[in-house]
């Protein structure tokens, strides 16, 4: 069966013309601040399909309003400000977290006025610890690696309406949950929810994660690209180690370069890219959006489920 029957597909050229440059001008404090995000990102890519996508979540973001303005004059209950949340799926190391940020900026530029939180499962990831005493560190991202009923009371809350809504983080650089810094999340118009497993069906609990979405976004790319990516990445965390004895990399930035390399392609080839495989990849057709990368990151097509 055709794996795209359920989505239309528009190349760049075609996207970007729903949504010509001179539609929104990015401020210049908009363009610094993608480029301190991240100094490689394409401010064409920004401009060719960060922009109409982040106008097509606006459309749906209105629709979501009018929503609920009419359940509520329906059903006579005042109308309360519940966050709409943005997921956003794919594998480790594809960007994900990266166009998390993006979106925020350009919801920020087109709608001034509302509160825009971004957060990241990684955060209910069991702690290194735990996952050494239940023998499953080496499947660390996989769907048992995840505290999803914690996750699950989390989109619930925050779903729910409640004002404070605290999230556990986690840090690349201790590579593990950090016990006592929580992101505090407190009645945002809209929150963007990035991870691995955020289209993820948990095997033991009858609702979803991704019920909670009101739109989502799979990042899609050829896996060997992500790997160099992973590994590009991995780089970075090296060159931040070697000064921090308390980073998790840091033995490895004082050892030769070339054996830390070959360490992390060996975890890229036996946990990640399996995880990506198995169970991420298997979640990109519920996607409302699937961005398709190529070299640099940048995105060569744009799916939109139909309907
Ligand atoms: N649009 C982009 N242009 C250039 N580099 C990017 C872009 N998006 C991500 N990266 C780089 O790719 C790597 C993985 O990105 P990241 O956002 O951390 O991925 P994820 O959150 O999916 O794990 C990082 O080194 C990041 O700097
Ligand atoms: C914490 C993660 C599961 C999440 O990945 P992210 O999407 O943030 O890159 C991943 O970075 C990870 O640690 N995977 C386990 C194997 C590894 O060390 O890459």
Redesign the pocket.
């Known amino acids: 069966m055709d794996q795209w029957m359920n989505y239309e597909q528009f190349d760049r050229q075609t996207w970007h013309s729903f949504f010509p440059t001179d539609t929104v001008r990015l401020t210049q404090d908009n363009l610094d601040d993608i480029k301190s995000l ?1 100094d ?3 401010i064409e ?1 920004v401009q060719d399909i960060y922009l109409p996508l982040i106008k097509m979540i606006q459309l749906k973001y209105q629709n979501y309003q009018e929503w609920q303005m009419q359940k509520a004059n329906f059903l006579q209950q005042k109308v309360d400000r519940i966050p709409y949340i943005i997921g956003i799926a ?11 940020r ?1 979106l925020s900026i350009l919801l920020n530029r087109l709608l001034p006025d509302k509160r825009v939180e971004q957060m ?1 499962t990684d955060g209910f990831l069991y702690s290194n610890a735990e996952l050494k005493r239940q023998g499953i560190l080496d499947r660390k991202g996989f769907p048992e690696s995840y505290d999803m009923e914690k996750m699950l009371r989390f989109m619930n809350d925050v779903k729910g309406g409640q004002d404070v809504v605290k999230a556990p983080t986690y840090s ?1 650089q201790i590579y593990d949950v950090v016990p006592d810094k929580p992101l505090v999340i407190k009645q945002p118009d809209i929150l963007i929810v ?1 991870g ?1 497993n955020t289209l993820q069906l948990p095997s033991n609990q009858q609702i979803y994660v991704s019920d909670y979405f009101d739109c989502s976004i799979y ?1 899609d790319a050829d896996p060997a690209l992500i790997e160099q ?2 590994l ?2 991995f780089g ?1 965390l090296l060159d931040t180690a070697f000064t921090d004895p308390s980073n998790y990399y840091y033995s490895y930035s004082q050892g030769p370069r070339d054996e830390a390399f070959a360490m992390a392609k060996r975890v890229w080839q036996q946990v990640d890219l399996p995880n990506l495989n198995e169970y991420i990849l298997p979640t990109r057709n519920r996607a409302n959006f699937i961005l398709h ?1 190529t070299n ?3 995105v060569d097509r744009v799916y939109l489920k139909r309907g």
């Not at 794919?90 to 998390?100: D, E, F, H, P, W």
């Open positions: 991240n490689r990102i394409s890519d794919g594998s480790v190391a594809v960007g994900k977290s990266t166009i998390a993006l990241t690349h990035e691995i990042v990516w992973y590009q990445r970075m990368k640099n990151h940048i």
